[in-house]
């Protein structure tokens, strides 16, 4: 499991947005939540612990569901520009075929993605959960 610390910025029901700062191995890859010139990704995470909006907080999520992610984005697009290739090569025979498969291909496999996304959600993988609230720091109150 991954513990990272976060603040809630906002709560829906039982889910809380966390925003998390990037780590320094996030710097030059590019490939997940934080978009140009932000330091922070937000997770979506289940609010067992009753934090509020503002609060410190301890986020644990599993380590398998980035590999799986990156499975899900990366690899099976990859997979499927082979498979284009493979249907072009026994089939086809037009170079400009296997650009307009892949292209078809990878669309059809992100389409079905954003549709079984609430699903994937619900993958225990892919879920993050508040374990604790951080009590703010007091030292620097005056007596």
């Known amino acids: 499991m991954i513990r990272e610390r976060g603040v809630v910025s906002e709560i829906t029901g039982k889910t809380a947005v966390v925003s998390v700062d990037k780590k320094a191995e996030c710097a030059g890859c590019g490939l997940c939540l934080f978009k140009d010139g932000t330091n922070k990704a937000e997770f979506y995470a ?12 301890i986020i644990e999520r599993s380590e398998s569901g980035g ?3 990156t499975v899900l ?37 992100y389409l079905i993605l954003a549709v079984l996304d ?26």
């Open 46 to 57: 289940k609010n067992t612990v009753g934090a509020k909006s503002g609060d410190a907080v």
């Open 118 to 143: 609430k699903k994937l959600k619900n993958i225990g993988a892919f879920n993050s959960r508040i374990v604790s609230v951080i009590p703010p720091d007091n030292s620097d109150t005056k007596e």
């Open 67 to 69: 590999f799986l992610g």
């Open 73 to 109: 984005a990366f690899f099976v697009p990859l997979v499927l520009i082979g498979l284009a290739v493979l249907i072009n090569y026994l089939l086809i025979k037009n170079e400009i075929s296997i650009l307009i498969l892949s292209v078809v291909f990878i669309a059809v496999w």
